[in-house]
């Protein structure tokens, strides 16, 4: 696959003409403007949309549990899909109230659901392998997990696409993937996760630190992945992917989900141009995470729940952008005077 990058000279010019006409004074709306025309582009038209939003939440279980390294059981995760579908989760509130559709993916939880409605079962094995002891995965696996999220990202009808995520022990991969795709130090890539100590998080980066000694020896974006990442991440990092590749706007949330991103950004790097980063998370790292992709959220609220609720939270924003685009008068067609020269 191969992602374009959505620099285009001539429609960047036509979209700051647009915007800098607006009854308004130059660059007044702020990160809004900006915002606008990242949409422009993405879309390669001044007329940008929103339709039809959706946000899918990954969700799996990591062997590295075993480690004591989260505050919560493993059977979490499974509790909590089966809350996402009943409709009891933070994020069912804030897609709801958003006309957004929410999606649940049971990307590897250790736990059969059997049949359930709103929940697509695309389980690829019950949890990952603990990596303080062996790689999370086989590289096969991971790239099959890429795989699944390339192929649900196709079947998306609208043109954003939020990314969410739900596994008991994730924050544990994500600061290992972290460190190993940016050089971070460790013991600045973890955080309290599910709501740790301060003992807690020490024995969380010693597990980390010794694993990353164990696997030195993977460097490669996939090799990384599949030693230290989850299914659900290696299954979002596919679906990015494959969005960016359709030209939809990806909405990404918290520190796991930007985890899978730097995955993909490290094997297409036009990626980060179909980003729209929700929101900076307390979790401990995530700042650094989003500074080495370049990335400005759109907001700072202080969350650290995962579960694609940044992105809900974030999409009025999305509407606003578009719609002060589509909707707002001109000078001209305002009758209203432009500034004195």
Not at 115 to 131: C, I, Q, S, V
Not at 172 to 185: E, V, Y
Not at 237 to 245: N, S, T, W
Not at 246 to 252: G, N, Q
Request: with cysteine.
């Amino acid at each position: 696959m191969s992602i374009s990058p959505t620099h285009n000279e001539a429609l960047s010019a036509q979209l700051d003409r647009a915007i800098n006409n607006k009854t308004k004074p130059l660059g007044s709306l702020g990160v809004l403007e900006a915002l606008a025309k990242q949409i422009g582009l993405i879309q390669n038209r001044c007329d940008i949309s929103i339709i039809n939003p959706s946000i899918l939440v990954f969700a799996a279980d990591h062997g590295v549990v075993a480690e004591g390294i989260s505050a919560y059981p493993q059977d979490v995760t499974w509790q909590m899909v089966a809350n996402f579908l009943a409709g009891g989760a933070a994020i069912n509130v804030f897609a709801a109230q958003n006309n957004c559709a929410l999606r649940v993916i049971d990307a590897g939880v250790n736990h059969d659901f059997g049949p359930r409605d709103g929940l697509t079962d695309r389980k690829l094995a019950h949890g990952t392998r603990n990596f303080a002891h062996e790689p999370a995965m086989s590289r096969d696996l991971c790239e099959t997990a890429l795989a699944a999220g390339m192929a649900l990202a196709a079947e998306l009808e609208g043109n954003v696409v939020g990314f969410g995520e739900m596994g008991i022990g994730n924050t544990t991969a994500a600061a290992a993937l972290m460190h190993k795709l940016t050089s971070i130090p460790v013991a600045q890539c973890v955080g309290a996760g599910t709501g740790l100590s301060a003992d807690g998080i020490l024995h969380k980066q010693r597990v980390i630190e010794a694993a990353v000694a164990k696997h030195n020896a993977a460097s490669e974006p996939l090799d990384v992945l599949a030693t230290f990442g989850g299914l659900e991440i290696a299954m979002m990092a596919g679906a990015m992917l494959k969005a960016a590749e359709l030209r939809k706007v990806l909405l990404i949330d918290g520190f796991i989900v930007t985890s899978a991103l730097l995955v993909a950004a490290r094997l297409q790097p036009a990626i980060l141009d179909y980003c729209i980063f929700a929101h900076c998370s307390n979790e401990n790292g995530h700042r650094q995470m989003l500074e080495s992709l370049n990335a400005r959220p759109l907001l700072t609220l202080g969350l650290r729940l995962g579960e694609g609720t940044g992105c809900a939270l974030a999409l009025p924003l999305l509407h606003a952008a578009a719609n002060f685009l589509n909707q707002m008068a001109t000078f001209e067609s305002a009758q209203v005077s432009e500034k004195s020269e």
